[in-house]
Structures are given as C-alpha cells and as structure tokens.
C-alpha cells in the first residue's frame, strides 16, 4: 500500500531566530511495506517532539553538525525530514522484535510516517506499555527530557540534601523535571521563568519553594541574591548569557552549575557575555556540559522511579499539546518566543 | 632592639590596571623582642612572591574581599602592609618550634621584617631544609605555584597517558610547572606566552612539544587548530577572556579546563567575553576552578616529589629575582606587562 507522507523540512539553514516562513511542508509517498530480510519498521507517528536544540542542526555550520555527537547532533539538510523524539505506532514490522500494532517510543520524525532502519538497535525505537499513563509521557517526563534532568541533577549537580538548587527556564520541559527531583529529594528549589502564568505553575502546582518572572527583574544578581541570601549551591543552567552571569555571582563555595541547555547563544552567538571566572576560581566553582546520551544506561531505572511518582502524584507532568503536523513550525518557533509551558509536543494523529 | 622595618602599601584601592605610583614605600619602627608568654616569632625576609592575585585583594571590591576564602584572598588596605608567600630568617623566638636563625617559608609581607603570629599554626610559617636547593626554590617551585600547578594538573585536569595538554601564561610561575609536570606524566604538551624568548625558553629549556606567541596570532582559535590538529583534552587556564573562548572551540569530548588564573579579568572586568557555552554543552566538557588551598594536605608530598625531579634535572625551577625592596611595585606592575619569565620574587635582605 503507497500512503502520502507529509513532513516538516527547512527551507534553507537558518543562523538566527527561525521563522515559520522558514519551513515548509512537504510531502513523498511512501510504500508501507518492508523490504525482504531487512530489520526495517514503519511506524505511524503519533507525537513528535518539539525541541529548542534542534535550531543547533539547522545552522549551516555548527560543532554539532561537523562532530557526531549523538544522533540528535546531527545535521539537518534542508528539504529532507528532520528526526525527532515521538511516539507512534508500528504499521509495518521486518523486525521480530516489533508488532505491527506496538506502541514504541525513540527517534522517529517530524512527519506522518517514519521508516525506522534497523529496528530495535540502540534507542532508536522502544516499546512502551501505556496502560496507566498517557502516552504523551512517554514523549517528555518520561522521555529523553526526563531523563536529561535525572542525569543532571543526580551526576552532574551531585546534590546534597538541603542544598539550594536554581533552575533557568523552569517551567520548560527538562526544568520543570529538574525542580520536581529536587524537591522529592529534600533540596530548596527556586526557579526562573517569562510569564506570571509559569511562575504561578512552578508555585502552585509543582510544588517549587519559590519562582519568579525574570523578565521583571532589571538586575539578576540581585533577583537571585533576594531568592538565595545565603547562596546557591547548584544551578541548572537551560539558558546561559546573563542569567549564567548572575548565578555564578551567587555561587557559593564549590557550586555546581550543569549546563544543559544554552537557549540564549542557540539563535546569537556573537553576543555572549561570560561569567565572571574569577569567581569561577575563588569560589572553586565547576561548570560541566552534559547530553542525555550519557545516561541512556539509566533510562530504564529512571523511567521505572518517574513512572512511580506519576502513579503516586508526587511529579507532575507539564505538558503543552499542539495539533497538526502543519503546526509544527509555529510550535517550534514559539519555543524562542517562550510560548510553551512544560514541554511541547504535536500530536499529529489520534491513537 | 628596635629596627626600622620599611614595607610596600597601596596608597587607594586600585581597580584597573596596577601603576607603580599606586605603591609607596612606607616604614615603622618594630621592637625586635617577642611578648612574653606569646608563641610569635619575627621573620627578616629574605625573597618574597610577587603574584598577580594579590591584584584583586587591592580592589574597592572584589569577591575575594566579601568572602574569606583563604589567608590569600583577603582585601588589603591602603597604608597597611601586604602578607605575602616568602621565606625569611627567625631572629626572634616565642615559639617552641622555631628557633633563632631558622630559615623558614610561608606568609610574610612584602617588607624587611614580619611579626608571624602564633608562629606555625597551620601553613603560616615551616622550616625549610635548603642544604641541596636554592632558597628561592622555596618560594617558586616548591611554593605555592608549584602546589597550584600540581593540584590543578592532577586533581582538576585528571591527565592520561598520550593525552594533550595546553597551557597558557606557559612561562609563568604556575604555567611552567604545569608544562613540565605534564611532560613527565606523558602528555602531549603546547604552552602559549607573549614573547619569543619566553616561547624559546618552553620549547628549548622546559622540553614543551610546541610553544608559540599568542601576540603573533590574529586568530587565536585557528592557532590552537593547527597545533592541536586532534584537539585538547586538558586546558589549563591561566588568562581567561579569549584564549578560554579559542580553547573551548578546540576542546576534545569530555575535555577538562582548569582554570587557576583569569588575568585577562583581574584589570578589566567589563570586557570580559564568554566561551562558547554551546561547546561546553555538545562537548560535555567540563570547567572548573580551584585554589591552591585545596591542596594544603599534599603540599608535603608535592615537595617531596618536586625536590627530587629538581635535584635529578627532570624539572626546571624558571625564576625572575629583583632585588631591594624598593622594587617590588615595579616588579609587581610588571606582571601585568609580561616583562616576567618564570617565578616572580623580590630578594630583600641577603642570606
């Protein structure tokens, strides 16, 4: 059977702030039916993950595409698909290890269909069991965004109970998860955010210590010297530029700042202002980037322990829902503009 | 006995770059007799340190002035004397521990005679053994630039074998022992300085694999390329500012940065420009600051270790000695210029 597949494709690279004009619809047929003695599936997307990193693959040049760092580092050409994180269904199976029917989770694509190489090899594709929790989890809380703020927090912070934890761009898909951690594990969370409407989610529904509107804060050092008066011992850092200034500001004595996201220098490089490495030194601080590539051998136990507190409502997944492929690129863009609250997914067909 | 102790003051907090008429040369009368019953002791300096750290104790405000964070990073004042790390004589004695004509090492000042107090509690002051080194071997490379660079080359960077170290400030104080530290140890080794002579005295006196001058390199980013084609694992960092950008751009995965020194920061904060965040993000790599304080506990084996090499020729002790106090703002000044190759010290009294 031949099926029309529409997928999302740039137009060109894009350098700056992406625009929805930058994109484009398109469309391929595709036969759904596997070629003899291949591992091959396809699966029908179901939904898709809409992440800021992506801008890092569309620029025409950028470390991410010219070293191979993790699958989602490559780059992306334009007018061909572009590979995401999403659930789907599998239509079609040349691997037994997969149902026609089975729901599965990994790195499908921003497109109706996707042909998934190989099968079960690495993460590319999982199955995933969706009896107790929407399956929209699987895309963000209990997807690579979960585990991104697990690995983090848990490896890269090293947190200590009782600690003082700051986390940028809080109610985004990985910092919401952070903060949620955080507090379950007995630290003071405070965490930053664009709107009143976020700051009153962090307060009111996901249980953080306190938050606030960073946008009406005209001096960030003093915004976190009010929320942490005796300092901050881990920043997770989603956003770098000044805010990553200010917090180092407010280290204390061998903080810890997990850079995991740096949205600030994603769409202008050139204007980059640094932290004060002084007190980098003084204060013996270690800054550390991380992926979540590194903790794939984790996934399972983490998706075991956030599957848990879901059940048991003591996390709460944030989740922003788009419809239609043709909404991908608006959902994309407004991930510049802060649009989204928790994490953003098109769902491009039903169940 | 009463004496005439001169000693080096700043006249007003200084926030810029240091003059030498910032400094004056001030004197007091000293009763050369210990209080009864007290354990100080009076030290007559011999050689003392000249560090351009000493340059952020001398600001209005600095962080290392609001937070005390070791005996090195207190705030001096204007009119008042200037501990510093040196070694000296005894000729006066409450202390069991020290007696007459002891030659010693630690936290003297820049001036003629020091009042230790409580005598050596802690790392203030320790007989030193100098039948087979030099004394001003005490003050550099069995100092705390050597206990700097060996923390910061093993604890912080965290070598193996075959991997790639570089360095800047390379002839500096710290600089040079790192090079050479990481030479015995197996790395590959490239150190930057700002003159020819100091990049001959690398490659040719030290044993660094490559050496160049950074003065003479527009583009500091494609230099590091064309000496480290496979990349740098290790960077230790002792200027901050672009060089830290340049070196962020040729990290290797998982590389690490130690950063010991920001002298680009120390005269002018407001310039300061970021490294890619980015690459420290898809790199994973890892920036840390640190003091030498943290190595206290292995200053005697540092010592140990670094006196052998010294006595077997396996390291090179680079010092730059000027002499009389009245030198010491010209000597200090100086470094900001790079006039220094090596260990920085002002001899002040004979043996």
Redesign the interface.
Known sequence: MEVTNRYVAIKHHINGSPKESDFELKSVSLSLSIEAGSNDVIVKNIYVSIDPYQI?RMKDH???QT?K?AVS?LGILPGKAIDAYGVGRIVESGNPEFEKGDLVVGFIGWEEYSLVRGGATDCALRKIDTSELPLSNHVGILGLGGLTAYGGFFDVCKPKKGETLFVSAASGSVGSIVGQLAKLFGCYVVGCAGTKEKVDVLKDKLGFDAAFNYKEEPDLKSALKRYFPDGIDMYF?NV?GEM??AAV?NMN?FGRIA????IS??TD?EK????????????????????SV?YMHQFADYISIASDYLRNGKIHALEDISHGIESIPSAFVGLFNGDNIGKKMVQIADM
């Open positions: 890092n950028s470390p991410s070293e760092v580092a850092d770098g990553l200034a500001d004595f850079v995991c996201g740096v220098e994603y490089a980059r202002r640094g932290p004060s490495m002084i007190n980098v030194v003084y204060k013996r601080l270690t800054i550390q980037g991380f992926l590194e």
